[in-house]
């Protein structure tokens, strides 16, 4: 267990459709990261916050944002569903902004149908 | 961009066997981090390592920084069937005041009892 966890598991919805995916990071870490892993793709970076602040983006859809709380959880959104933003969506968490050791939720299985 | 680049993709291997696999980048890394994810499950932090030509262990896996430092070897020793799973290597992913990583393509590991 690494302390991270995410809500839902998993999650079926319609394209078209909007959807918040929840991730809690350890006690004490202050950043928290969301990829997204899909079979053609791989593990890719989306986005990143540092104790409330945005401060990196990936390859993240105009469709997809998210934001940091100030009790540190994080939520990252997905408007106007598509057949290929399925994918599993892993959040991670790592203690400031210095460290390369970030550890993963279990993740949230997204279908869109 | 940034690739990271793995190799085998897949391995099929006898329990007990001994497992090598590597990581090859295009550019120059200081941080390699190894990650191990079991199906449905998030990847899991194996080891880290920061400084060219280091060798570090964790129990019956050892993995090593080249010292070109635009490659990371990973081995298991006496392998056993928990050992199944999709390794991946990971690195800095851009500079900037950002942790984000980048991921390789992965290794597939099946151990037969």
């Known amino acids: 267990d690494s302390g991270v966890t995410q809500t839902p598991k998993h999650l079926i919805t319609a394209t078209g459709q909007r959807v918040t995916l929840r991730c809690s990071p350890r006690s004490g870490d202050l950043s928290v990261y969301w990829y997204q892993q899909s079979l053609d793709q791989g593990l890719q970076f989306l986005i990143q916050?540092?104790?409330?602040?945005?401060?990196a983006k990936g390859n993240i859809l105009e469709r997809f944002s998210a934001q940091q709380f100030p009790d540190l959880h994080s939520e990252l959104n997905l408007s106007s569903l598509e057949l290929g933003d399925s994918a599993l969506y892993f959040c991670?968490?790592?203690?400031?902004?210095?460290?390369?050791?970030?550890?993963f939720g279990p993740g949230t299985r997204l279908t869109v149908t | 961009g940034q690739q990271l680049n793995q190799s085998p993709q897949s391995m099929f291997i006898q329990e007990g066997e001994d497992v090598s696999m590597n990581c090859t980048s295009s550019s120059i890394f200081n941080t390699w981090l190894w990650y191990k994810q079991d199906p449905g499950e998030g990847p899991v932090l194996l080891i880290a390592?920061?400084?060219?030509?280091e060798l570090t262990s964790n129990g019956r896996l050892t993995a090593q920084f080249g010292i070109t430092r635009k490659d990371s070897f990973l081995n298991i020793s006496a392998s056993i069937p928990s050992d199944v799973g999709i390794y991946f290597c990971a690195g800095p992913g851009g500079g900037g005041a950002t942790n984000k990583l980048i991921f390789g393509t992965g290794t597939l590991l099946a151990v037969q009892p």
């Open positions: 991670a968490s790592s203690v400031g902004s210095s460290s390369w050791e970030q550890y």
């Open positions: 916050y540092y104790n409330g602040e945005e401060r």
């Open positions: 390592l920061y400084k060219a030509g």
